[in-house]
């Protein structure tokens, strides 16, 4: 079974994690075909919305 770390998390294709391009903000594995792509842009997009979802600041 592959983790995060061997598959695009772009696309879902295998890569290899020693030798594999990492997204600078995320720090994900992302494959030669999807770095730099709208694809790419998408998919940041979405993941950072899914991080902020249920997030309540404690700030007063």
């Given at each position: ?7 695009c ?5 295998p890569v290899?994690?020693?030798d594999?391009?990492k997204?600078?903000?995320l720090?994900?594995?992302v494959?030669?075909?999807c770095r ?14 899914g991080?902020?979802?249920?997030f309540?600041c404690?700030?007063?």
């Open positions: 079974m592959n983790d995060f770390s061997s598959v998390f772009v696309c879902g294709h290899d994690p020693s594999s391009l997204n600078e903000e720090n994900l594995p494959c030669m075909e730099g792509s709208e694809r790419e842009k998408q998919a940041i997009s979405e993941l950072r919305d991080m902020a979802e249920g309540v404690g700030c007063i």
